[in-house]
Every structure is written in structure tokens, then in C-alpha cells.
């Protein structure tokens, strides 16, 4: 059972380059990209601001959480911090499980949790 976790500054680069782990069924990665309106308004990106330790412990329990109920093989979680502009990921999850169901369920329930419990907090960049 494998969770990482990252809070990386700005926009996430392209995913790299990956090989998958002996037994698994299913890869699945999830990549939020932020569009350029917001509530109907033109935005030039979202800045997110973080409180780092309670939010790298929230992640790192609710993705092992996540691990155990679902029998997943491995979870790995990027997190923007500060701006990122229209059109650029600023959160990525990868999921390995031996089925796609599973692993499929992980990531809805994952991200729900996410936006309920875990104390990062998006505002708009207003445009002009």
C-alpha cells in the first residue's frame, strides 16, 4: 500500500513518464484544470493558498483511507499552491487498483473528501 503526497508551487508540470506496479488491473489519473470563468465571471486563474501541514496530513489520510477501502495499489496526490492561470492542472490524482470499479470509486469519493475536509481554500483572479 503506497500513498504519496505533494504541494507543489504554481501549476503541475505534465505527468511523467510512469510504469505500473505487479498486479495492477487499472491506472487511473484524474487532472483538475482550471477553466477561465468562475460563478459566470472571466478569471484569469485560481490562487490557492494552503495551510501545508494540516493539508499534507488530511491528504495523506484520507489517500491511505482511500487504499484500504478500496484495495487500491497505490495513490498519489499533487496539489497546487499560489496561482495558476486559465488552462493549467492544478491538481492531479493517480490511482492504481486491481480493477477499474474500485479504483474508479476511489477517485469520486477521494475527491469529495478533498473539497470537504481538507483545508485548502481556491480564489478567483479576477480578469481586469
Not at 17 to 31: D, K, L, Q, R
Request: charged share 30%; hydrophobic share 35%.
Amino acid at each position: 500500500m503506497r500513498v504519496s503526497v505533494r504541494l507543489t508551487p504554481g501549476p503541475l508540470s505534465p505527468m511523467p513518464e510512469y510504469s505500473y506496479s505487479p498486479g495492477s488491473g487499472a491506472g487511473i489519473v484524474f487532472e483538475g484544470i482550471v477553466r477561465p470563468t468562475e460563478d459566470g465571471r472571466q478569471i484569469l486563474g485560481l490562487e490557492y493558498e494552503v495551510y501545508r501541514p494540516m493539508a499534507e496530513r488530511q491528504l495523506e489520510l484520507i489517500g491511505r483511507e482511500m487504499v484500504e477501502k478500496h484495495g487500491l495499489i497505490s495513490m498519489e496526490i499533487e496539489h497546487s499552491t499560489g496561482l495558476v492561470p486559465n488552462v493549467a492542472c492544478s491538481f492531479r490524482l493517480r490511482v492504481e487498483a486491481v480493477h477499474r470499479k474500485e479504483g474508479l470509486r476511489a477517485v469520486d469519493e477521494f475527491i469529495d473528501r478533498l473539497k470537504r475536509d481538507v483545508p485548502i481554500w481556491k480564489r478567483a483572479k479576477p480578469s481586469g
